[in-house]
Structure formats: structure tokens, C-alpha cells
């Protein structure tokens, strides 16, 4: 998993956090000296690379996240999720004061975030327009209706960054914690639960109403960009802990039997990921980890 997310999500995210915490730790051992080496190589390495408004947005968020993730834990909050929402939080609410502050507009942002990965596919499919057609724009050429395609969707995912950021915080506060108590010779704070353990606060059910009410609602309007970007937060919150459930229903069935609805799951991802949410959700009322009382027990 560590390697996945490294390879194919910011990587600031995950190492960041790594490397603080394990220099906090004093460390003493090579393998945290190595993953310390790795962590600045590669922090080296993306500094000085060529950067857009979209990357120094990511990169920003990355800084930000790693700095508001150690303090909360050295405050001594012990749950893990909650820890990571609250660096998340803290995280947006810099990066949007440094907006504000270097004067840069959300549509700004958008159109870096669109202009980048339209060159992208520029390089896959040569017969793209040089620029995304904008909505009622007549494209003509070979490629004329997946350009149209391309451009609706790139200004759906545009709008959705900072929950996709949000995303990505969360699978990195996750493995940075996980990596970090496995690589430390004495790690701070408590020890990682397993993944089946996952839970947060009940309460949280209401962030979840209020973004879904926002973003249907409000429109484009800035109330319902941020309940979007909120509730593409807080389905993956909900689905992980839809998967935990899953998880724990699953610890007497065969490793055969796991192993075959993990592949079912992966060809019908929309439909595993709409049920993940749906369990989440509705553990919050009906606590199935307690009634299915696996023989090793949840904590």
C-alpha cells in the first residue's frame, strides 16, 4: 500500500509526516535513517522540478498537512482519524489564506488544474485542441467528441481538487502512522489499530448530511463548491469505514472466499464503493462490529 500511494499520489502526504515523526523519535537505527534519506531525496527532488500553479497548490497542502499532523500529535490526540481531520482542516484553512494572500481566485486554480492535465492528454491523443473547448463550443476534427468529453469532465474533477487533496491526506495521515510504528525504535503517541478497528465519532454523520444538503443545493455558488469538496471528504471517511465492517464480517470466512469478492469488488468498483458508504453510514446507528462479535475481537 505504501508503495502504491508513493507512486501514485503526492507524496508529501505520507513521507512528510514519516520524516518529522521519526526525527522526533531520536532516531537511532538505519532503517529510520534510511526512510528519514528517502523522505528529504525526495523532497529534494520535487522542489526542484518545474511547478504549477497546481502543483505548488499540492505541495502547499502536502507542507501544511505534515506541520499541523505532527502538532496534533504531539498534543496527545489518540485517535488516529481524528488527528488526520484535524490536520486536514487545518491544511485548507492555510492553504486558503495563502490564496488570499498571494491574491489568487479559485477559478485561478481551476483553470491551472485544467490546462495541466489537458496537456497530458494532449500527449496521448495528439488530435486534442490545444486549449479544453469550453461548454457550447463547436469542435470539429476527429477527436472532436472526446475533447468535448475530456473538457466536461476535467471541469467536474477541477471542482473537486480540494476533496481529492482531502482524499489523499487521509490514505497518508493512515500510512505515514502504520509505516512509522513499524520503522521507529520508539515511537511517540499510541500504537495503530488494525484497519477493521476503524471508527470515528458518531457525530461526524452530520458533516455528512450538511455537505450532501450543500452541495445539492447551493450550486456553484461558494457554499456549494465547499460542500462538494466536503463530501468527497467524508464518502471516503464513510467507506472506509464500511470496509472495516466488511473486514471484521469477513475474518471467519475462508481466505478463498475474501480473496474472489476483493476481485468481484475491484471489476464493480462503483457499486463496492456506493456499499462501503452505505455500511459506514449506517453503522453509525446499528454498530455491526458489536454484533458480529468476531471470536479475536474488535477494540
Known amino acids: 500500500m505504501l508503495v502504491g500511494y508513493i507512486l ?63 502538532i496534533v500529535t504531539l498534543m496527545g490526540v489518540r485517535s488516529l482519524v481524528h488527528r488526520t481531520l484535524a490536520a486536514i482542516a487545518a491544511s485548507a484553512t492555510l492553504v486558503v489564506g495563502w490564496f488570499v494572500w498571494l491574491g489568487i481566485s479559485w477559478g485561478e486554480l481551476q483553470a491551472a488544474f485544467m490546462a495541466d492535465y489537458w496537456a497530458t492528454w494532449r500527449l496521448l491523443s495528439p488530435g486534442l485542441p490545444e486549449s479544453p473547448p469550453v461548454a457550447g463550443e463547436v469542435v470539429t476534427g476527429a477527436a472532436a467528441d472526446l475533447a468535448l468529453q475530456l473538457a466536461a469532465a476535467l471541469r467536474d474533477a477541477s471542482g473537486l481538487m480540494p476533496g481529492m487533496l482531502g482524499v489523499f491526506a487521509l490514505g497518508g495521515g ?97 457499486l463496492a464503493l456506493a456499499s462501503c458508504v452505505l455500511i459506514g453510514t449506517a453503522d453509525t446507528w446499528l454498530d455491526f462490529r458489536r454484533r458480529l462479535a468476531p471470536d479475536e475481537g474488535v477494540p
Open 8 to 70: 501514485s499520489a503526492p507524496k508529501a502526504f505520507v513521507l512528510g509526516p514519516l520524516a518529522i515523526l521519526l526525527l522526533l523519535s531520536r532516531p537511532r537505527s538505519g532503517r529510520e535513517w534510511l526512510w528519514i534519506v528517502i523522505s528529504v531525496v525526495a523532497a529534494a527532488v520535487v522542489l526542484r522540478l518545474p511547478a504549477t500553479l497546481t502543483d505548488r497548490t499540492v505541495r502547499a497542502a502536502g507542507a501544511f498537512f505534515t506541520g499541523a499532523f505532527v
Open 174 to 270: 493512515y500510512l505515514a502512522w502504520n509505516w512509522y510504528w513499524r520503522v521507529a525504535s520508539t515511537p511517540l503517541g499510541p500504537a495503530p489499530l488494525p484497519f477493521r478497528a476503524l471508527r470515528f465519532s458518531d457525530h461526524l454523520v452530520w458533516v455528512l448530511i450538511i455537505a450532501a444538503a450543500l452541495a445539492m443545493l447551493a450550486g456553484q455558488t461558494a457554499a456549494g463548491v465547499v460542500g462538494s469538496n466536503l463530501l468527497v471528504l467524508m464518502l471516503a471517511l464513510y467507506a472506509g469505514r464500511g470496509l472495516a465492517v466488511i473486514q471484521t464480517a469477513l475474518l471467519p470466512a475462508p481466505m478463498f472466499f475474501a480473496v474472489l469478492l476483493s476481485i468481484t469488488a475491484l471489476a464493480l468498483l462503483p
